[in-house]
């Protein structure tokens, strides 16, 4: 699905850069794109490093990796910095973080939300290879009512709802810019959801009775439905036809291990799985089934309908008598 919300995606190395520039022009790239930091390495002129970066909604997404080095983030770096941001920060080799005079050890897979107004510092290793998102203060409070108490704190990225963040992180790296499998707003929203449930505690301010959630639950499901063949639909959205806050909308969704996106896609599916197997619409061509039905790319709507059906839609047409 073509996007004017993303940005193309900016590669950087140092592979052509003089040796002497290397890590003079690496520390410009990160504070002109993602964060102004002090950094330091041990030479130089033995430094090497790679950086992506793309521009995700409100969400700015960076792969950087390369030599080791050390980098502190001061209470100088922050008075010339622009606005505020959280930083989710994924690694993919361990690595050494200090916030709010406190030390952790980061294995491969975990994660840390970072707040760009507190000082900290960071110590990683030779061929680190780590991923961050940068996200506005209002998508964060949006899910997590006091963020400062996640700030800082090891997100373990080796099981329960930590794993499944950690590995929404890779698939958010690598998304293609311009072939995205929904809309922006409901990335997003995902992420929100998955940083509350990796939280340990996150998702507990609230508890939701049984009899609740299941009302709860139906109400989230009619409006879904009702608008799922609206190409740009929101967790937002269903929410507030609901009347509950999208924190509550994915926590009540999550207790019976299911999620916005797989609930969306279901609908939009046996909405458009209605539309091949009725004679009446016969005359529209398959793209436009799809679009009807909600789906905005032609080839998300054939892989959607092969794997929940397991038929492409043009056979499924085909095969209805």
């Known amino acids: 699905m073509p996007s004017d919300e993303t940005a193309p995606i900016f590669r950087w190395n140092t592979d ?8 003079d022009q690496y520390v410009e790239m990160v504070r002109k794109n993602l964060i102004c930091v002090t950094t330091y390495c041990d030479d130089p002129r033995d430094f090497i490093t ?28 922050i008075k010339a910095s622009g606005d505020r941001a959280f930083h989710l920060v994924s690694g993919r080799t361990g690595w050494d973080f200090q916030c709010k005079e406190q030390r952790i050890k980061l294995n491969s897979t975990d994660l840390v939300l970072i707040d760009t107004e507190l000082e900290y510092a960071s110590q990683l290793p030779d061929a680190f290879r780590n991923h961050t998102i940068s996200i506005p203060p209002d998508v964060v409070r949006k899910w997590l009512p006091d963020p400062d108490r996640a700030v800082g704190m090891r997100l373990e990225g080796d099981n329960g709802w930590g794993r499944v963040l950690s590995a929404y992180v890779d698939q958010l790296i690598h998304l293609d810019e311009a072939q995205l499998p929904l809309p922006v707003a409901v990335l997003e929203d995902h992420l929100g959801a998955l940083i509350t449930l990796a939280v340990p505690g996150g998702a507990e301010d609230s508890v939701i009775k049984k009899s609740t959630h299941e009302d709860l639950r139906n109400r989230i499901v009619e409006s ?27 926590r009540v969704l999550s207790a019976g291990k299911e999620t916005f996106g797989t609930l969306l896609i279901a609908a ?19 793209a436009d089934i799809g679009f009807r039905a909600g789906f905005a790319d032609e080839s998300h709507f054939s892989r959607t309908m092969r794997a929940r059906y397991g038929y492409p839609p043009a056979q499924l047409r085909r095969m209805r008598s």
């Open 16 to 23: 052509e850069i003089p040796i002497h520039h290397r890590f």
């Open 50 to 77: 790679d950086m992506q970066m793309t521009q995700l909604g409100r969400l700015r997404i960076a792969s950087i990796g390369g030599s080791a080095k050390q980098s502190a983030r001061t209470s100088q770096n």
């Open 224 to 250: 879904l439905r009702q608008r799922c063949t609206e190409p740009g639909l929101t967790a937002a959205q269903v929410a507030a036809d609901a009347r509950i806050s999208p924190r509550t909308l994915h």
């Open 268 to 286: 939009r599916s046996d909405v458009a799985y209605r539309l091949l197997l009725s004679p009446q619409f016969d005359a529209f061509i398959i």
